[in-house]
């Protein structure tokens, strides 16, 4: 089983990462690898079948190659809730959760990200085109390029003055002491009801499922097992990084999991889908609301809970 990934280095879908390395995959009988694709690529090698899933940071980018769901289907959940943080340059004189401080600034995301970040500014009555710049840096899109890392070096060398990234990039940027935390959507920091425009998940082709229905259900059922794992055991986390990660990430990736383990829930919520093709439609990525069974698929839904 081929697993695209435009991200390898994210606690957020550390999980899928986590049941290839600590065998979980493969006790399901199941030959699954994780492979790290160009940004934006992995949807369109799950459209061509280059890949049999994809690892979906944010779900809703699965839109930019299944207009309307057709065609995908999300599995299993890698955690919840919209994973990004908006990070400022650490000598601003910003106050955590004041929107309106990044007026006049240089911010970057990546795209798909980009999206949330301003559907989340336009409620605070900021014009993401008018009143900042967002920006995207030179290299961000190579194959090997982890973007909340990539970022946090960028604000270190002063090429912008915040992004809008996972917390790998927040928990570098932080400790480096180059950068703070503006919001951190899931933890409180919640205008507009960010936390829920998207969340991470396991997605395949329909026609895939129909093929190798065992397949898709073994590797559900890893991920379920990845997850409690970590919940059970944090540090395992230091365990994966050290065999997947560069040096500097695999030592603050199990601070980073340790805190977000509340988030590594497999089961995909209707309320959750509601909201998150309400946040679709809001940025014209769907044309109008889809039902649940279009989104997931619902047969895999009782190994969320096994």
Known sequence: MRIAAVDLISNTCFPALAAEELGFYKAEGL??????????????????????????????????????????????????????????????????????????????????????????????????DRDLRIVELPGSKARDVSFGVFAARALEAGQIDGFWANAMGSETAVRRGVGKILLDVRRGDDPGQVRHFTFAGLATTDAWIEREPESAAAAVRAIVKAQRALKAEPELAAEVGKRRFPSEAAELIATVIKRDLPFYDPVIYEEAVAALNRFAQSVGLLSGPVPYEQVVAVRFRELWHT
């Open 31 to 128: 030959d699954a690898r994780v492979e790290l694709v160009p940004a934006l690529r992995a949807t369109g090698a799950l459209r061509d079948g280059t890949a049999d899933a994809m690892i979906a940071g944010s779900v809703h980018d699965v839109l930019t190659a299944f207009p309307g769901w057709e065609g995908a289907k999300l599995i299993v959940a890698l955690s919840q809730g919209t994973p990004w943080l908006l990070v400022l340059r650490a000598d601003l004189p910003a106050k955590r959760g004041d929107l309106q401080a990044v007026k006049g600034l240089r911010l970057t995301a990546a795209e798909g990200p980009d999206l949330a970040l301003r559907q989340l500014l336009i409620p605070a009555g900021i014009d993401p």
